[in-house]
């Protein structure tokens, strides 16, 4: 009987969906050097904690996803995978302008700044990927994914504190072996997969490993008459290990990836009221300009953007990993170079109006990390004890443009054909040019300590000491159509002529020069309790920070017109993070419950704030209050037989910003004449045309964008032996699903910006042997019509745009493998 059907297996706080057979890696130990499997399922190894041990056994709240699964269930990469793991919130307009939460929270929503750092740390085979766009990419050759909750600073090179995403690759083999996978479907999709290991030497083994994807866009630009949002990616990793002995081992890792769709554009979605004068609202300016969007309905996905679209994006490098054996234990350095390169072109703008003719920021990225960590184990004690370095530099080239539609939808209106608005050229080829670059510099000690006071009872400990220095320089300089260099001061600064008041109002030039450094001492502390053979109880707090930031996109202005650097830099995040967790296995081990109850409390928390001010910045980093996430994740699963197995988890997450008295202001109270500064924001002016706005408003107590309070994922799977075509094998049908509850798409929740909940099922049915697996699948099977995000418009007009998920797809996907 073949033994290679979907199971998902729990951790604390999420789950594990992996292939029966038990794929082991070089230098892996046999599984039944863990703990012997029970006949109805697997064990799972896992290295949350730098060590190989079962999933079971690890205190802390994990989901793992095996690599087969990933193929079976079509979440090629991380922004897909939280259809497996509730708590997990993955939103994206491009690769650049990608968030990575964890109940709730890593990164501010709806900015993007090079000058913070994630909260979510992506690490690939133990080297830590800084820019979240690697998260776009297509998981390549992956054999496992695990998904960390909570902080991650005492067993982790860069300190994280919502979690981190630790993928792990196959690896090189000394038995030949290779595997193939191709795929095909509507939309024009075509992926394939291939990879092949194999020794070269005794002591030298090599892995080679490729993957493509391609697929029609979902959205169809009238405009240019193509369909966009695209599909393209190509990846390729090669590795050489060199294993002498078994005390000994060296893997050299290189790896390529390139994404050239023609992305990423928006469709009208609605319009709301803002506080703007009628006359300057979304409907009276598009109707002053003779402009009809194709459709007001989003699902008739259909657009009109009238700017190129690209979101060009590369990232690869090289990295060397040591692994040796020394004394009680194993010393491990891993040395890493890696490289990102962002080429955008964008529509910011979101209509088919020359509005914001051009709007790109190409950036490129080099980092450099150096991690050695020492790993010992006993019977009574075990500990981990490391020594982080990150270096890192990112350079940008931005440029904005105001195209011949500006000045009649930017400006005042008027029936006065001599009046500025009524004449293109008052804003037309007004252009921003912003020049910036970033260094980070980091260094970290770090340790962990396990301690088995009893059979049953065992106390962790753990501490961090950090170091980050960072500094930054950004210039805009402001050009008119005849490429003069233009000034907003009183008197025009040498070798400038002075802007118009309405190309001041749009751009003013800025220069700044952020820096700041700061150490930071972390801890936490688990004890966890055996109470049974297969349960376990724990409990964890940790007391971690997210290190210091400064602003890259520019900074506001003083009410007597100057540059406020006392913006420039933001302070760190001061993390409390309360953890129990419960882990049992029943029924002979058919059937697992794992349930975890989280707090996390943050002061400091590095959000989006803006000064009001069109003409300088929209928005900027700087400091909440306080924020707190908290809530329960409860995850079954059940092997009935060899023939059905059925997952379940669910999440509540209650994620609030506690104190929060100089947020941004919603659009529903933005766009009017600004209030005196101090005064409160009236929400009964909501929405009233011509109200005075607030500079920034209150919003303690409100949700934090892009949280669902309620999230689950489900799916069961159900097999046949038989035998077709002489081939012994399975028929099999799996379907899996998951549903997530209403949440905010704006940085300050708005009622104009509320994506409804929705819930998403998938199917597949195959048949496969031991070395193949044929099988169709449909996803979106009910074409459920559903929004990932959505765009306030730029101006206060009124105007929300958004991307719409994918609709119902199906196809059909070969695997074989030798």
Not at 407 to 414: D, F, H, K, R, Y
């Amino acid at each position: 009987m073949i033994a290679r059907f979907l199971l998902l297996a729990s951790v604390a706080g999420a789950s594990i969906i992996t292939p029966n057979a038990f794929a082991q890696d070089a230098g892996q130990p046999a599984a039944d050097e863990v703990q012997q499997p029970n006949v109805r399922g697997d064990v799972i190894v896992v290295t949350a904690r730098r060590r190989q041990e079962t999933a079971q056994e690890v205190p802390l709240a994990i989901s793992v996803v095996k690599g087969d699964s990933i193929e079976a269930t079509g979440n090629f990469n991380i922004v897909k995978l939280q259809q497996l793991a509730p708590t997990l919130q993955v939103y994206t307009t491009n690769p650049r302008n990608t968030s990575v939460n964890i109940r709730g929270l890593g990164v501010p929503f709806g900015l993007t700044s090079d000058g913070f750092e994630q909260g979510v740390g992506i690490y690939v085979d133990d080297v830590y990927n800084s820019r979240v766009a690697a998260a776009t990419f297509d998981f390549l050759d992956v054999n496992q994914v695990e998904v960390l909750r909570g902080p991650q600073g005492s067993l982790y090179g860069k300190n994280t504190t919502a979690g981190a995403i630790n993928i792990t690759t196959n690896q090189p083999t000394f038995d030949f072996e290779g595997r193939a996978e191709l795929t095909v479907g509507n939309l024009n999709l075509k992926q394939a997969k291939a990879a092949i290991s194999g020794p070269l030497s005794d002591t030298i083994a090599a892995r080679v490993a490729i993957a493509s994807t391609s697929r029609r866009g979902t959205l169809y630009n009238v405009t240019s008459q193509r369909w966009i949002n695209e599909q393209d990616n190509l990846g390729i990793r090669g590795q050489l290990l060199f294993k002498p002995n078994d005390d000994f081992s060296l893997t050299l890792s290189g790896d390529y990836s390139k994404q050239d769709p023609e992305c990423c554009g928006t469709t009208f979605v609605r319009v709301g009221k803002t506080q703007r004068p009628l006359a300057r609202q979304y409907d009276a300016l598009a109707a002053a300009q003779g402009y009809v969007v194709p459709s007001r309905n989003p699902y008739d996905r259909l657009t009109d953007l009238d700017s190129n679209l690209n979101a060009g994006n590369k990232i690869g490098g090289v990295s060397a990993k040591i692994k040796w054996d020394v004394g009680p234990g194993t010393l491990t350095s891993v040395t890493a170079w890696r490289f990102w390169d962002w080429k955008p072109e964008n529509d910011r703008d979101f209509t088919g109006l020359s509005i914001v003719s051009k709007s790109q920021n190409p950036s490129q990225q080099d980092q450099y990390s150096q991690e050695f960590r020492y790993n010992y184990e006993s019977k009574d004690v075990d500990f981990v004890v490391g020594l982080f370095g990150f270096k890192q530099r990112i350079d940008t080239q931005g440029t904005e443009q105001q195209g011949d539609d500006a000045a009649q939808w930017s400006l005042a209106p008027s029936t006065d054909p001599t009046n500025p608005a009524n004449i293109p050229a008052t804003l037309s080829g007004l252009t921003a040019s912003n020049t910036q670059w970033l260094k980070a510099d980091s260094a970290a000690l770090f340790g962990q300590l396990s301690w088995k006071v009893t059979d049953a009872l065992t106390i962790q400990p753990g501490v961090r000491l950090n170091y980050d220095k960072k500094s930054g320089f950004y210039q805009r300089v402001v050009t008119n159509a005849q490429g003069q260099t233009i000034s907003c001061t009183t008197v025009a600064e040498p070798g400038t002529i002075k802007g118009t008041t309405q190309q001041c109002g749009v751009y003013q030039p800025q220069v700044s020069a952020p820096s700041d450094s700061a150490w930071n001492f972390t801890y936490d502390f688990n004890v966890n309790y055996k109470v049974a053979r297969d349960v376990l109880a724990y409990a964890t707090y940790a007391k971690s920070f997210k290190t210091l930031g400064i602003n890259q996109n520019g900074l506001p202005l003083n009410a007597d017109n100057t540059v406020n650097y006392d913006a420039s830099t933001v302070k760190p995040e001061s993390v409390n993070h309360y953890e129990l967790g419960l882990k049992t296995q029943f029924w002979d081990r058919r059937a697992t419950f794992n349930l975890t109850a989280f707090r996390t409390e943050i002061k400091n928390f590095q959000a989006t704030v803006n000064g009001g001010q069109f003409g300088t910045v929209r928005g900027y980093l700087a400091n909440a209050e306080k924020v707190r996430s908290q809530g329960i994740e409860a995850d079954f699963k059940v092997v009935v037989s060899d023939r059905f197995t059925a997952y379940a988890n669910g999440a509540y997450t209650d994620a609030k910003y506690k104190k929060f008295t100089n947020a941004p202001c919603p659009p529903e109270l933005s766009g009017g004449t600004l209030q005196p500064s101090g005064q409160a924001a009236d929400y009964s002016q909501a929405g009233v045309p011509g109200a005075l706005s607030p500079r920034q408003c209150d919003i303690s107590g409100q949700d934090l964008p892009g949280v669902s309070k309620w999230a689950f994922s489900y799916g069961g799977e159900y097999n046949i032996p038989v035998t077709l075509l002489a081939k012994e094998g399975q028929v099999y049908l799996g379907v899996d699903g998951n549903y997530r509850s209403d949440w905010n798409s704006n940085a300050s929740p708005s009622i104009y910006t509320q994506v409804k909940g929705y819930a998403l099922t998938n199917v597949r049915a195959g048949f496969r042997g031991e070395r193949f697996d044929i099988f169709g699948w449909v996803r979106n099977a009910f074409d459920v019509n559903y929004i990932e995000n959505l765009q306030v418009a730029p101006g206060n007009t009124g105007l929300i745009a958004g991307q719409v998920g994918d609709p119902q797809t199906w196809g059909g996907t070969i695997k074989f493998s030798f």
